[in-house]
């Protein structure tokens, strides 16, 4: 279990069930107090709105929609964030150039060191 995912509240983005059920068994075996997830954009942000997150991973692409405005409302709340994603090309959207990405298929290493690096002091 990580020190620093230990207790944390944990957003996941994300539209397939079996990449978000395996994401959830990660974060599980990292400590992370709680995993919310969200497979539409509208309920990812109805989520962001009525509740506190330490950090979010956020799918590129739902279900044929980018998630533009999924990472705007979690930066206007100051929620660190990652992207995740099966796209092979560098399709950052302007202003979050500078975010982690998560290439799919991910390890368990991989995804834990991305997430240490975004909650780390």
């Given at each position: 279990m990580?020190?620093?995912?230990?207790?944390?509240?944990?957003?996941?983005?994300?539209?397939?069930i079996?990449v978000?059920?395996?994401?959830?068994d990660?974060?599980?075996?990292l400590?992370c107090?709680?995993?919310?997830?969200?497979?539409?954009?509208?309920?990812?942000?109805?989520?962001?709105?009525?509740?506190?997150?330490?950090?979010a991973?956020?799918?590129?692409?739902?279900?044929?929609?980018?998630?533009?405005a999924?990472?705007?409302?979690?930066?206007?709340?100051?929620?660190?964030?990652?992207?995740s994603?099966?796209?092979?090309?560098?399709?950052?959207?302007?202003?979050?150039?500078n975010?982690?990405?998560?290439r799919?298929?991910?390890?368990?290493?991989?995804?834990?060191?991305?997430l240490?690096?975004?909650?780390s002091?």
């Amino acid at each position: 279990m990580d020190k620093l995912l230990s207790g944390r509240r944990i957003l996941v983005v994300e539209d397939e069930i079996l990449v978000l059920m395996m994401i959830e068994d990660m974060l599980g075996d990292l400590g992370c107090e709680s995993v919310t997830s969200a497979a539409t954009i509208e309920k990812a942000i109805a989520l962001i709105e009525a509740q506190v997150f330490d950090a979010a991973m956020l799918d590129m692409n739902l279900d044929g929609d980018d998630s533009n405005a999924v990472a705007d409302a979690l930066a206007e709340r100051g929620v660190p964030f990652i992207y995740s994603t099966g796209n092979s090309g560098r399709d950052m959207r302007e202003g979050f150039s500078n975010r982690a990405v998560l290439r799919k298929p991910f390890s368990f290493d991989e995804l834990s060191s991305k997430l240490e690096r975004l909650l780390s002091p």
